[in-house]
C-alpha cells in the first residue's frame, strides 16, 4: 500500500504570479463578471472600458489575460476581430447560440494589452 504524507511546513520554492490570470468575457453573452462593456457605450474610454472596470482591472493587479476566453474560445476566429469594426463578420456562436458582431475582437485586445 501506498502512503502520501503532507507536510505544510515544506516550502519548495516561491510560486510564480504568471501563473495566475484571467480571461476576457462578454457583456453581452450570459456572464456572471464583464471585463468589456461591448460597443460604444456612454463613458467608455478608448479601449471600451468603463472606469470602473479599468479601475477594478487596475487593483486586481492580474498578470496574464486570454482573449477569448470560456467556450467563446472553442469557435472564435480571431481574423473576424481585425479590420474596421463595420466591415466585419457577424458570426454565430455555437456555444451561446447567439451572433457575435466582433465589435470587440483581436484588434482591440491588443491595444487593451499595450495599454
Known amino acids: 500500500m501506498n502512503n502520501i504524507k503532507i507536510d ?3 516550502v519548495l ?5 504568471n ?3 484571467g480571461y476576457m468575457e ?3 453573452l450570459d456572464t456572471k463578471f464583464s471585463f468589456l462593456d461591448v460597443g460604444d457605450s456612454p463613458g467608455a474610454d478608448k479601449y471600451q472600458l468603463q472606469p470602473d472596470v479599468r479601475s477594478a ?3 486586481m493587479n492580474i498578470s496574464n489575460i486570454r482573449f477569448p ?3 467563446f474560445a472553442s469557435g472564435y476566429r480571431w ?3 481585425i479590420g474596421p469594426r463595420d466591415q ?3 458570426r454565430r456562436d455555437l456555444a451561446h447560440n447567439c451572433l457575435i458582431a466582433n465589435s470587440y475582437g483581436t484588434n482591440e485586445f491588443v491595444k487593451f494589452c499595450r495599454r
Open 57 to 59: 482591472l487596475e487593483q
Open 88 to 90: 466585419r463578420p457577424t
Open 26 to 28: 462578454f457583456g453581452h
Open 19 to 21: 501563473i495566475f490570470g
Open 69 to 71: 476566453g470560456g467556450n
Open 13 to 17: 520554492s516561491d510560486i510564480d504570479r
Open 8 to 10: 505544510l511546513e515544506r
Open 79 to 81: 481574423m473576424d476581430g
